[in-house]
């Protein structure tokens, strides 16, 4: 339990226990994948972004145009959720979980390129 059993040093029940390990399966599984899956990179590749729902059907004069108005927010929530799934933090540093794939850690690189 690594990123998300680092909390349950804290709790001694079993039932707590299998529940955060089911979690962290879960999250470090299905949620990445399709975290991933939805993830749009630029034309040359430097950069990843989410596109959620605001600006993405928009018209202008009659026309589709799309603003993208979320596109910094919902990159943003992805990345922190990817973080949050796959670093571990004590007191002193952060770094990835050793079974953090390198998928997920260029996905990260490519939206930090992105929001800065």
């Known amino acids: 339990m690594d990123n998300i059993g680092s909390a349950s040093k804290f709790i001694n029940s079993p039932q707590i226990k299998i529940a955060i390990q089911r979690l962290e399966t879960a999250l470090k599984a299905n949620a990445t994948q399709q975290l991933l899956s939805r993830l749009q990179t630029s034309s040359d590749g430097t950069y990843s972004y989410f596109d959620d729902i605001l600006g993405n059907s928009d018209t202008l004069l ?55």
């Open 62 to 116: 009659g026309q589709p145009h799309s603003y993208y108005e979320d596109r910094v927010f919902s990159t943003s929530t992805g990345l922190n959720a990817l973080l949050d799934i796959w670093v571990e933090t004590d007191e002193t540093a952060s770094k990835w979980n050793s079974d953090c794939p390198s998928t997920v850690q260029a996905a990260v690189r490519q939206m930090v390129a992105f929001i800065v």
